[in-house]
């Protein structure tokens, strides 16, 4: 166990529909990062969040947006869900922005229909 | 896109065999990872190496990275049942953006 945990486990939406993933770091991380696997393949990168401010963005569009809290907790947004963004979003926590050991939530399973 | 890229895609073998996994990428980098995940959960930290760091061992794991060839190995000796798993290696591309790129991953299947 990791100590990061991710809610919900498993959701189901409409394309068009809008979601909002959650993500709670582990004890003493100030740093998020936000993945997305699709199935069959290796995470990717969507961005990162360090002391509430975005940290680094991948190659994903407007849409997915990002807060982080003063407790350091996480929320992922996704709006206009499309068919694609189907996949496993997966959550990390670290304790500095760097790229050294990351520490991954369980996921949360989103498929859109 | 993903800089990594594991080989082989898929492996099978029997209990108390060694399994290796390789990995190349793209660009320079800082450092090297490997992590496991299970049934399409989320990932566990394996080992990480570092660019100036040739090999390193953890438990029944075994890393090498060769950076002249952008390439990476896993090794689990004596494998086990509970072996069985995705293996994916994750490279930091010496980029500012603080993210891992990860490859397609390895799935490994051990046999009791």
């Known amino acids: 166990e990791t100590g990061v945990t991710q809610s919900p486990t498993h959701l189901i939406k409409t394309r068009g529909q809008q979601v909002t993933l959650r993500c709670s770091s582990q004890?003493?991380?100030?740093?998020v990062s936000w993945y997305q696997q699709a199935l069959g393949q290796g995470p990717q990168f969507i961005f990162q969040?360090?002391?509430?401010?975005?940290?680094g963005r991948g190659n994903f569009p407007p849409r997915f947006s990002g807060l982080q809290f003063p407790n350091y907790s996480s929320e992922l947004n996704v709006n206009a869900l499309e068919l694609d963004d189907s996949a496993l979003y997966l959550c990390?926590?670290?304790?500095?922005?760097?790229?050294?050991?990351?520490?991954f939530g369980p996921g949360t399973r989103l498929t859109v229909l | 896109s993903q800089q990594g890229e594991e080989d082989p895609q898929a492996l099978s073998i029997q209990e108390g065999e060694n399994a290796t996994m390789n990995c190349s990428y793209k660009t320079s980098i800082n450092n090297l990872q490997w992590y496991r995940q299970n049934s399409g959960r989320g990932l566990v930290h394996l080992i990480l190496i570092r660019s100036n760091e040739r090999e390193k061992h953890s438990g029944r794991l075994r890393v090498t990275l060769d950076t002249s060839k952008k390439s990476s190995s896993l090794l689990i000796t004596a494998s086990r049942a509970a072996d069985t798993a995705s293996y994916f290696c994750?490279?930091?591309?010496?980029?500012?953006?603080?993210?891992?790129?990860f490859g397609g991953g390895t799935r490994l299947m051990v046999k009791p």
């Open positions: 004890s003493g991380h100030n740093t």
């Open positions: 969040y360090y002391r509430e401010e975005e940290n």
């Open positions: 990390a926590s670290s304790s500095a922005p760097s790229t050294d050991t990351q520490y």
């Open positions: 994750a490279t930091d591309g010496n980029n500012a953006g603080n993210m891992l790129t």
